[in-house]
């Protein structure tokens, strides 16, 4: 049998972490069994419904490679990929399980459940809609709530993660199938969808093991043959004590992608998120993550969300794009992330920063701040030579002093390349007597006035002679 995944997101906002990766285990296993991923909208819920949140999906899901087989844009043969435009589906097989004996229409107003509610709070007993269950119910017609009718028992299934699972007829009740609005609800809409569609294996939240047993009673009540049941465990927030939410500190995916994380690295860290082959490997394509997926390596507890591990991540993965394809191809990644006065500058130029710069990147949006020096001349500020650690006890004579032979020994060079400066400043060291810490941080700082910067020779020869020396004297004389 052809392996079929769906992803099925509800479009009510942004992409949370937690929704991404729920989409890359089920691409993962589809392409690794030869098999295909559906996008399935969950658009039921008006009331939650965020326009343009579809759009959204789908360009989170394109811009992380995670391209499905059927669904919205590409079409396929269980069209609509809407669950909105599907109500005439979940109808008819609502009608099938009034015919059976299986759901009842159910005219009861919400005051009068909350009552029951209340009146089991009180009692201190679960509260089961079965134990309230009407006598008399009118024929269901849209516009009337309709009810699942549990027949409650012992249930056992498998969960390709969690292992055996049991659960007694106490967690069973009459859940509604078709809200007053005509639209179903999830516990109904989704087992229709996966049967119709062939789905072999729905991967959801951990959170959803509890409601298993009322979906086992609906597909034995409809007489379908279920699927895999596939458990992911939360993604937790960085203190490991309950699952990830909004004021956890977690962004969006579009944030971070915004933010300057690349698509391979968000992929990367959030398929290692929960998941790992047995080996110390952490870098990952997706070509990789295909053959080396597998359901049985997926953890049974949650893992804690790292923002720190995913820049490290996305640090390692510039420095790859760019060892392994060049400054071309990581160049074409960064056209949003250069600072403003960066943008009359030609290509070539940026591109020479770069090449001296990206080893020091975490993300792309780090190129503002550590390459506008490169760009326009820096304020000069004193009080971070004079506050350097090591140059703060150097006296202002000192410092004027070395920056003198500095420019003294770099103005004399015939050749102004990494290498010839390089020489030229191992030289200064051995004329000046000082550390490499002291005479390279004054130069380095004199040039930059930034906390960090790449090797002092490289900056230099980017810089290019009028520019450094131009830059050294400013400093000399400012002392």
């Known amino acids: 049998m052809e392996t079929v995944t769906r992803f099925a997101p509800s479009p009510t906002g942004y992409i949370h972490i937690g929704n991404v990766r729920s989409a890359i285990y089920p691409y993962l296993l589809a392409k690794q069994q030869n098999g295909k991923m559906i996008l399935r909208i969950e658009d039921t819920d008006r009331g939650r419904y965020v326009e343009g949140a579809t759009e959204l999906i789908e360009d989170t899901l394109e811009w992380l490679g995670l391209n499905w087989d059927e669904g919205p844009i590409v079409g396929g043969p269980h069209a609509p990929y809407f669950q909105s435009e599907r109500q005439e589906i979940y109808h008819e097989y609502a009608r099938r399980l009034i015919a059976a004996g299986r759901a009842y229409a159910d005219p009861t107003p919400p005051e009068q459940i909350e009552e029951y509610r209340k009146e089991c709070n009180a009692k201190k007993v679960p509260f089961l809609y079965r134990n309230f ?36 007829p106490e967690v069973q009740d009459d859940i509604i199938l078709i809200k007053q609005d005509g639209f179903p609800t999830y516990n109904f809409a989704h087992i229709v969808d996966d049967a119709e569609m062939g789905v072999t294996h729905v991967m959801r939240g951990v959170e959803y093991l509890s409601s298993t047993p009322n979906y086992l009673e609906l597909y034995d009540a409809l007489k379908l043959e279920r699927p895999k049941l596939v458990s992911l465990p939360h993604i937790l927030a960085p203190q490991g004590n309950k699952k990830l939410g909004k004021r956890d500190g977690a962004k969006s995916v579009t944030e971070y992608r915004d933010d ?52 490290w991540v996305n640090g390692q993965w510039i420095r790859r794009i760019f060892d392994e394809q060049g400054v071309e191809a990581l160049y074409t990644r960064t056209a949003e992330f250069w600072p403003e006065v960066a943008n009359n500058h030609p290509d070539d130029y940026k591109k020479r920063v770069l090449s001296i710069i990206y080893d020091r990147l975490k993300t792309l949006s780090d190129l503002r701040e550590m390459t506008a020096y490169f760009f326009a001349e820096p304020e000069v500020d004193l ?97």
């Open 133 to 168: 269950r009407p006598n008399d119910t009118p024929e269901w017609q849209p516009g009337i709530p309709l009810r699942f009718k549990a027949e409650p028992k012992d249930y056992e299934w498998h969960d390709e993660v969690m292992g055996d699972m049991h659960a007694g």
């Open 260 to 311: 300057g994380v690349l698509s391979e690295a968000m992929l990367n860290y959030l398929a290692c998120l929960g998941w790992n082959d047995g080996t110390e490997q952490e870098i990952y394509t997706k070509d990789e993550l295909i053959k080396a997926f597998s359901l049985d390596r997926i953890q049974t507890s949650g893992a804690r969300y790292d923002e720190t591990k995913l820049l």
């Open 383 to 479: 009080d971070m030579i004079i506050q350097n650690k090591f140059l703060k006890k150097l006296s202002e004579s000192e410092l004027e002093n070395l920056l003198k032979q500095s420019i003294e020994k770099l103005s004399s060079l015939s050749e102004w390349d990494a290498d010839v400066l390089q020489d030229a400043l191992n030289q200064l060291l051995q004329d000046t007597g000082r550390k490499p810490a002291e005479l390279f941080s004054l130069i380095r700082l004199s040039l930059s006035f930034a906390p960090f910067s790449p090797a002092l020779n490289l900056t230099l020869e980017v810089l290019g002679r009028d520019v450094s020396l131009a830059r050294l004297n400013t400093v000399a004389r400012a002392i």
